[in-house]
């Protein structure tokens, strides 16, 4: 009977979508508990969980978990940087931006942190990409490095040897991949978020 939860894969699933594979069960609750204690679904938090590695198929999409956890949401900041291969540094907690309040969950998949953004920005270069059949929104370089910018306490960058120290010895970027940047993501969110003057600083870096 377990097997038959291989048909969620590594999509997240809630406790009522896990109990109707099941309706010659009564007590959707006690089956699902059932289910955790086995190692058969993964608690992602209440109510939420995603079938075991080992009965899907496929590996957890921390993400995608991500992006379920707390919505609306899309990964951002160091984590989006990591993914696209721009930093060096392994990044141990997700972190995404949202419109709701800010939020940290923990599980024994990953550490989870949501940081606020205005509702204005938050449409902002924003991609979709799929890994092993999980598709996931995610910021795009560009949104990610304005994000964390935005979001680093204490960060203020007013000249351009600021701005390159901070891109070349701080975060160890990938400094070449600049050059393949798009400024336009940059204005939109210079003009909507948070430490625009810095935002600003990184533009004038990258048009020279």
């Known amino acids: 009977m377990r097997d038959v939860l291989h048909i969620f894969g590594n999509t997240p699933v809630s406790t009522s979508a896990i109990a109707s594979l099941y309706p010659a069960i009564s007590g959707c609750n006690q089956k699902v508990a059932s289910l955790e204690k086995a190692g058969d679904i993964i608690r992602l938090k209440r109510g939420l969980y995603v079938v075991s590695p080992e009965i899907s198929g496929k590996r957890i999409s ?23 291969g721009l930093i060096p540094e392994r990044v141990v907690t997700i972190q995404s931006m949202t419109i709701k309040h800010s939020r940290t969950f923990n599980n024994s998949v990953a550490n989870f942190e949501y940081r606020y953004i205005d509702r204005a920005c938050f449409s902002i270069g924003l991609r979709n990409e799929e890994v092993d059949g999980a598709s ?8 990610a490095l304005c994000d964390l910018i935005a ?8 000249y351009l040897s600021e701005a390159r120290d901070y891109l070349k010895n701080d975060l160890r970027f990938e400094m070449d991949a600049l050059k393949d940047f798009s400024l336009d993501i940059f204005k939109q969110y210079m003009n909507c978020g948070k430490k625009p003057r810095s935002i600003e600083t990184i533009i004038k870096l990258l048009d020279r």
Do not use: C, D, Q
């Open 151 to 158: 979001n680093t306490s204490g960060l203020n960058l007013r």
């Open 62 to 84: 921390t993400e995608l978990a991500a992006n379920h956890i707390y919505s609306p949401s899309y990964i951002s900041m160091l984590s989006a940087l990591r993914w696209y």
């Open 136 to 143: 996931f929104v995610i910021a795009s370089a560009e949104k």
